[in-house]
């Protein structure tokens, strides 16, 4: 999940539920207080009640409005106790749908009330009072307040999620550009990574550090790089020369067995010392894209030149060749094409048996390489730079530089044991 996408989500939640909380108390804080305004008409009714007693000795008039109904109910003394309560109104309607105060008494509706309970005494008799008010115009008041308020909360949230998706995606702009420039950030490449341009502190301090990070990692990878070749190629004369040397001793008559025993073990380290020279000098090509040379290749008859250099080894080893050739057309360099073929042929002939099979299927999409050989997988490690089974005479570097060399034409190399057999498959789509 994106970070901006995740600040959205945990700001909105919380507003949303900072907000649901607000409103609930705003709702309970607007309610207490027109309740309370209620109740304080509801003492005002009281309290007149109580003088136009005290006045006249005698109860007033009962009456029913519009919002107001006061009853007189006789008790006996001491059994009412004064409190406010949450009750029902009936409010009582004409055939006009026009309230009047003895018509139609059974035809009304019920409402909301609030009631106050309460008592007095007239000369010797004790009556216990209710006055009920009407709650209609109240609770309207409340639903419209709280309407409103949803409304300003929903309002907020939309201006709220338009901001972010608006001002935070333009405030976080320099870092995606930051991030672009570092995905096509590529350390042979001479193209410098721009410097942006930001009044924001962090993403200053972010692009410089990758700007730094870069600057070091070209040069760390220049030195390298120069390192390798010239240790690559000053190797190239010595090792001539002790072949050469190695060459004319051979030649030379009059040595014992032990003596041509340790001649012939030191030639052939030097050769494989030249080979793995050789190998570490193409895979620093390859890596560095030194070779630039390209061109349209039918690798159907480039695998059957292939064969037919191998065919004598084949012979030799009385390996079982069968295979399936169809036209595919590449754009790539022959000279790594060529690698890249006898690199897999051989590994398939090196790490076979004697009477052994090697299948060679070429398709539009594919081409795989099966041979009979060890009855164990090989480890995952095998494409790892000077990676070897046990008693391999090679340099460790082929599947190295046969990997590479898939990368380098955009094609991908997988290994797979099944059946018995080794696959090794070059998926010309797949990268």
Not at 103 to 116: A, C, D, F, P, Q
Not at 151 to 178: A, D, E, G, K, S
Not at 253 to 259: G, T
Request: glycine share 4%.
């Amino acid at each position: 999940m994106k970070l901006l996408a995740l600040y959205n989500r945990v700001n909105i939640i919380t507003t949303v539920i900072v907000m649901l909380i607000t409103g609930i108390i705003y709702y309970q804080a607007i309610s207490w207080i027109l309740t309370n305004q209620k109740d304080k008409d509801l003492k005002v009714e009281e309290r007149e009640i109580f003088d136009y007693v005290k006045l006249n000795n005698h109860l007033p008039q009962t009456f029913e409005s519009n919002d107001q109904q006061i009853t007189f109910t006789e008790a006996r003394p001491g059994s009412v106790k004064r409190e406010f309560i949450n009750t029902m109104y009936f409010k009582r309607w004409d055939k006009d749908n026009t309230y009047k105060k003895h018509r139609y008494r059974h035809t009304g509706e019920y409402e909301s009330g609030r009631g106050l309970i309460s008592s007095v005494l007239v000369g010797d008799k004790y009556y216990k009072i209710l006055i009920v008010e009407s709650k209609v115009e109240t609770e309207d008041l409340i639903r419209l307040i709280f309407t409103i308020t949803i409304c300003v909360i929903l309002f907020l949230l939309l201006t709220l999620l338009i901001t972010n998706r608006l001002i935070l995606n333009r405030l976080w702009q320099p870092f995606y550009n930051t991030m672009k420039e570092l995905k096509l950030f590529n350390i042979t490449d001479t193209k410098e990574i721009s410097k942006l341009d930001t009044n924001i502190e962090e993403f200053k301090e972010l692009n410089h550090a990758v700007l730094d990070m870069a600057a070091k990692a070209r040069h760390d990878y220049k030195d390298l790089k120069t390192f390798t070749e010239n240790a690559s190629h000053e190797l190239l004369t010595p090792i001539a020369v002790i072949n050469s040397k190695l060459d004319t001793l051979i030649q030379t008559e009059n040595f014992s067995d032990r003596q041509s025993k340790l001649l012939n073990d030191l030639y052939g380290a030097v050769s494989r010392l030249n080979r793995l020279n050789q190998s570490l000098l193409l895979l620093v090509k390859i890596e560095n894209r030194l070779l630039h040379e390209k061109q349209r290749i039918n690798l159907r008859e480039l695998v059957e030149e292939m064969i037919i250099q191998f065919e004598e080894i084949f012979q030799d080893k009385g390996l079982k060749l069968t295979y399936n050739l169809e036209d595919k057309e590449i754009i790539a360099s022959p000279y790594l094409a060529e690698i890249l073929l006898s690199n897999l042929i051989s590994n398939a002939i090196r790490h076979n048996y004697n009477g052994g099979e090697i299948m060679i299927n070429l398709t539009g999409e594919q081409l795989i390489i099966q041979n009979t050989g060890g009855d164990q997988p090989l480890p995952d490690e095998i494409f790892t730079r000077f990676h070897k089974s046990s008693g391999s005479e090679g340099s460790g570097l082929g599947l190295t530089i046969s990997r590479q060399i898939c990368g380098n034409f955009g094609f991908s190399l997988d290994y797979d044991f099944k059946d018995g057999y080794h696959t090794f498959t070059v998926d010309f789509n797949k990268h």
